[in-house]
């Protein structure tokens, strides 16, 4: 399954955590953002790590499942 979405909810701390594993995808102003226009299927193993790895754990991930698409309203 491939990454589709990445996001960060409320309660980041800006232990710039998951920049330091992730640039690419994470940059840390006060808090921690998602760059735009990233390929997130190239960065997957990275994601999931900087994910796992937060403290506050408010990095959160949704995969593509080819079994259950989307659904389009």
């Known amino acids: 399954m491939?990454?589709?979405?990445?996001w960060?909810?409320?309660?980041?701390?800006?232990?710039?955590?998951?920049e330091d594993i992730c640039p690419e995808v994470f940059r840390l102003e006060d808090t921690a953002y998602i760059n735009e226009g990233v390929n997130y299927g190239d960065y997957e193993e990275k994601i999931k790590e900087?994910?796992?790895s937060c403290p506050r754990e408010v990095i959160k991930y949704?995969?593509?499942?080819?079994?259950?698409?989307?659904?389009?309203?």
């Open 8 to 18: 960060i909810e409320d309660g980041c701390t800006g232990c710039g955590l998951c």
């Open 62 to 73: 949704s995969e593509w499942n080819p079994l259950f698409p989307p659904v389009k309203k």
């Open 2 to 6: 491939a990454i589709e979405r990445v």
């Open 50 to 52: 900087a994910a796992a």
